[in-house]
């Protein structure tokens, strides 16, 4: 590499003392415009790089936030993470991004990155296994903000932003009870992860409001994803009698298993009526359109960075620091769910 | 923040020196593998963040890698990044990323931000009216490695990693041309960036090499988003006569534009055939299925980052140093084109 340009090579240039040319670099009042402006040009000229880097270091700050997500190729987490760079830009913060893999050992490791790299907070949606949240505790002793973002830790002890999946699950299961449904399956996730355990609640608590039987035995679990939609078909098609509505937690899982469903001869709402989940793309696109629940990824990375930062230009701990922000999710009823 | 733990406080701890503490915690030779772990545990029950702060300062090596695209809620990009920390993980070093939102002034305050933060190299993919490249000059000049993938200057003076954008609309445009297409209509985003360009040519020298006529009126602009799906449908149907084939440089608006299509009783493939771009998920579930041409994103980003990671082991630039890596893309065939 080049050697690296200092205030001393600024200086020689523009003939002035170190002393003067750093307080123009920093906008010393004590430095005449026209001075300012000689040096800034000076130091453009020379291509010397503002010296965040050790500045940093002397001010205990990176200006980089660090983020743990499962998985960066995913449609929710991309809007979260373009919500979250929206935010951080506008105050000169730098993202430092890096995926678990839904590995509770990389999320682990990757904590510890993001620690050494002295990140100035951290942001985190858990990876699927994850059981404890200890690889956080170094963040939260040393008083380096954290916030959980989608799922999130069963008991927190940092603050969390989350849509109200209890409610989000009560809502689809209840539209369905509506439509006339009497025999609903629930396809979710790992019931370990905080997003899916709340809505197995939401659905049985819909069932359960009616007087309706409810059995573990109506959540199937699955990965959730476009490959798995053949493989639910597949089980639900087994089940005698055939469901006659679905809740699926994912949007693109819905629409895989609905073309698989048309394809063995299973209309769509009339033998069964689906509900998906997130509001992708997706859901408006395929035949027939996908009710679904909104899930608001980008403004939840919005408010998440928002709080962050807030947090880091606080300097003490401020009261209710463990807050659970909840977002507002909806219903979007479409052609896949209206059997009237 | 809580006071930084320093190896004088492990020192202490442990009743070594602070020399025994700083030689055992870089894992020397010189100091016994119990005491290393005495002084390991002690580290870590004190909450020691290994130096890599400090340490970089005097290497000048920060393991941060920054990547700027123009968006991070795509689904072609988020498959890139994804592709990029899974290498650069491995490689223990961190991806910084921000999104210019198309704008080539944000793109530039992106570039500068990265430069400040000393990253030890930079890979980009163009905004859209990003005219020249000299905000990256500071890393080319100061010997920062510099990678563009997928958008790439005209005449790069860095290497670069696509895909032959010539080649993918030349098989889209010829594949409707066998089945028996002869007023093709292209619809492509801003011909400023270059891999909108070279689909146009591709588009163009399809045509030619049939002898038959094209026009610059037959390339149809467009942001080439779900949202705009439905406004290309309403040019298409204005089209007089009515165009037979469409090749839509991007599959969610590809299938946007077949639902609206569809709505004003349009057939496809028998009235308008179609072919998407990117084979993103939605290609597999829109009716009818997309004929899409398969863009290798994950593939992209792992093989942007290794030639990124290679060029930082190499002490000195190696020859032939501005080369393009141009990665295999293919037209998949599905109903959506399919006459015969």
Do not use: W
Request: aromatic share 6%; proline share 5%; glycine share 6%.
């Amino acid at each position: 590499m080049a050697k690296e340009i200092t205030i001393y090579d600024i200086a020689d240039k523009v003939g002035l003392s170190p002393t003067t040319v750093s307080r123009a670099l920093s906008d010393s009042p004590s430095v005449r415009p026209k001075t300012k402006e000689k040096v800034n040009q000076a130091a453009k000229s020379l291509g010397y790089r503002s010296n965040i880097f050790a500045a940093s270091l002397r001010k205990k700050s990176t200006h980089n936030i660090g983020v743990i997500v499962p998985r960066l190729n995913s449609s929710f987490q991309s809007s979260v993470l373009a919500g979250m760079e929206n935010i951080a830009s506008q105050a000169q913060y730098n993202l430092i991004i890096s995926q678990s893999l839904e590995s509770s050992k990389k999320e682990q490791t990757n904590a510890l990155t993001m620690y050494n790299s002295h990140v100035d907070g951290l942001l985190v949606s858990m990876a699927e296994n994850t059981g404890n949240t200890d690889h956080f505790k170094p963040f939260t002793e040393k008083g380096i903000p954290l916030i959980f973002f989608d799922r999130t830790p069963d008991e927190p002890s940092s603050p969390s932003i989350i849509i109200d999946n209890t409610q989000a699950a009560y809502a689809a299961t209840s539209h369905l009870l509506d439509q006339g449904c009497r025999n609903i399956h629930h396809i979710v996730g790992n019931s370990g992860i905080s997003t899916y355990k709340n809505r197995i609640k939401g659905f049985k608590y819909a069932l359960m409001d009616r007087q309706l039987p409810y059995t573990e035995e109506q959540n199937i679990y699955s990965v959730l994803n476009e490959e798995s939609g053949e493989e639910i078909a597949n089980i639900i098609l087994q089940i005698d009698p055939l469901p006659d509505g679905l809740v699926i937690s994912n949007d693109a899982c819905a629409a895989s298993c609905i073309q698989y469903l048309k394809k063995k001869g299973i209309r769509i709402p009339q033998d069964i009526a689906i509900v998906g989940f997130n509001n992708d793309a997706i859901s408006r696109l395929i035949e027939p359109n996908l009710s679904t629940i909104n899930y608001p990824g980008y403004e939840m990375g919005e408010i998440a960075m928002r709080n962050l930062l807030l947090r880091l230009s606080e300097n003490d701990d401020s009261p209710g620091t463990n807050e659970t922000i909840t977002l507002k999710s909806e219903l979007i009823v479409r052609e896949s769910s209206l059997k009237k």
